[in-house]
């Protein structure tokens, strides 16, 4: 029985986010937008964006009381479908995406905080790249300078 809710509850998520997604385009076609005309370097801007905001959500300490929040309140249906949407940075990615593209689009100024994630999004990827050539390097220096034991030394 609580599979089955649970299941049910997912289903809703899935129903609301398609319905979102139906409504986003209805007001993309009032506003006389087609997403179809997206240039590739807005495509590459809304990636950014949607990278970093997804690391945010679902890693990042800034969020992290949320996320308590609700695996702590998990036992509703609800706030399980939550906890699993805003934990797995495939589903959230899926649902951030459509947010950037509300913002980027549809409400004015939006494109200010699509283009401030995408900056973002560059340098914390050049971060974790300097952070792992710079471990690379330790760690090869590392093991450089280990010199191998001699039988009877401690």
Do not use: H
């Not at 370097?41 to 949320?66: G, N, P, Q």
């Not at 760690?139 to 009877?152: A, F, L, M, V």
């Amino acid at each position: 029985m609580n599979n089955t809710r649970e299941n049910a509850w997912n289903f809703a998520s899935l129903f609301l986010f398609f319905a979102l997604v139906a409504v986003t385009g209805y007001f993309m076609k009032a506003g006389n937008i087609d997403i179809i005309d997206i240039t590739t370097t807005d495509l590459i801007i809304l990636t950014l964006a949607i990278y970093r905001v997804t690391r945010v959500v679902v890693f990042e300490k800034i969020f992290k009381y949320f996320r308590d929040f609700v695996k702590a309140n998990n036992r509703a249906y609800f706030m399980r479908t939550l906890c699993y949407i805003i934990t797995c940075p495939w589903c959230a990615s899926v649902w951030i995406t459509l947010v950037m593209v509300v913002f980027f689009f549809l409400i004015p100024y939006g494109v200010l905080l699509v283009y401030l994630m995408a900056i973002s999004g560059v340098a914390s990827f050049l971060v974790m790249l300097s952070n792992y050539l710079g471990l690379s390097v330790y760690e090869k220096e590392k093991k450089k300078n280990k010199k191998p034991k001699t039988p009877g030394t401690s």
